[in-house]
C-alpha cells in the first residue's frame, strides 16, 4: 500500500439537486485520456449519501495537480447551483456520509491524516465550493 499523508476533498461541479454515480465519473475521466476515474470516492447526491469506491487506494489518484501521490480524493455529487456558480450544496446525508468516510480512512492511515479542499491548494479552483476548515472544523483537526 502507498503511504498516504491526506485526504483532498471536492466536488464534481455538477448541478445541484442532480445524481451521478462513479460510472459517470469514469466515462467522463476516460474521455479526458484518464486510466480511470480520478477520485478513490465519489459521495452520490441520493437520498442517503451512498459512497461508491472510484480509483482503488493503492493507486494514485488523478485529483490534484501535484498531490496525488500521497493523499486520497473524495468527491461529492454537486458544488454548483443551475447557472453553474459555485455553491455548496452538500445534503446533510452527504455530508454524515463523509465525515463516516474520512474517520474510516483514518482507522486505516492514521488519526493524524488531515483534511483539506482542492481550494486549499490552488487559489484557481472553488471546487468543493466551500472551505473544509469552516465547514468541517473538527475534522480538519
Same mark, same amino acid.
Given at each position: 500500500?502507498?503511504?498516504?499523508?491526506?485526504?483532498?476533498?471536492?466536488?464534481?461541479?455538477?448541478?445541484?439537486?442532480?445524481?451521478? +454515480?462513479?460510472?459517470?465519473?469514469?466515462?467522463?475521466?476516460?474521455?479526458?485520456?484518464?486510466?480511470?476515474? +480520478?477520485?478513490?470516492?465519489?459521495?452520490?447526491?441520493?437520498?442517503?449519501?451512498?459512497?461508491?469506491?472510484?480509483?482503488?487506494?493503492?493507486?494514485?489518484?488523478?485529483?490534484?495537480?501535484?498531490?496525488?501521490?500521497?493523499?486520497?480524493?473524495?468527491?461529492?455529487?454537486?458544488?454548483?447551483?443551475?447557472?453553474?456558480?459555485?455553491?455548496?450544496?452538500?445534503?446533510?446525508?452527504?455530508?454524515?456520509?463523509?465525515?463516516?468516510?474520512?474517520?474510516?480512512?483514518?482507522?486505516?492511515?492514521?488519526?493524524?491524516?488531515?483534511?483539506?479542499?482542492?481550494?486549499?491548494?490552488?487559489?484557481?479552483?472553488?471546487?468543493?465550493?466551500?472551505?473544509?476548515?469552516?465547514?468541517?472544523?473538527?475534522?480538519?483537526?
Amino acid at each position: 500500500m502507498r503511504r498516504i499523508d491526506y485526504i483532498v476533498v471536492h466536488c464534481s461541479a455538477t448541478k445541484e439537486g442532480k445524481d451521478f +454515480g462513479v460510472d459517470d465519473f469514469r466515462k467522463w475521466h476516460k474521455r479526458k485520456g484518464w486510466s480511470d476515474v +480520478g477520485y478513490h470516492f465519489v459521495i452520490r447526491n441520493d437520498h442517503n449519501g451512498t459512497i461508491e469506491k472510484g480509483r482503488p487506494l493503492f493507486r494514485a489518484g488523478a485529483h490534484t495537480l501535484g498531490e496525488n501521490e500521497d493523499s486520497v480524493g473524495i468527491a461529492y455529487v454537486g458544488g454548483v447551483d443551475k447557472d453553474l456558480n459555485a455553491k455548496d450544496t452538500m445534503t446533510t446525508c452527504q455530508e454524515e456520509s463523509l465525515i463516516k468516510l474520512v474517520e474510516s480512512l483514518r482507522l486505516i492511515f492514521g488519526t493524524h491524516i488531515p483534511l483539506y479542499g482542492h481550494n486549499d491548494f490552488t487559489d484557481k479552483k472553488e471546487c468543493p465550493s466551500f472551505k473544509v476548515k469552516k465547514k468541517f472544523p473538527k475534522l480538519v483537526g
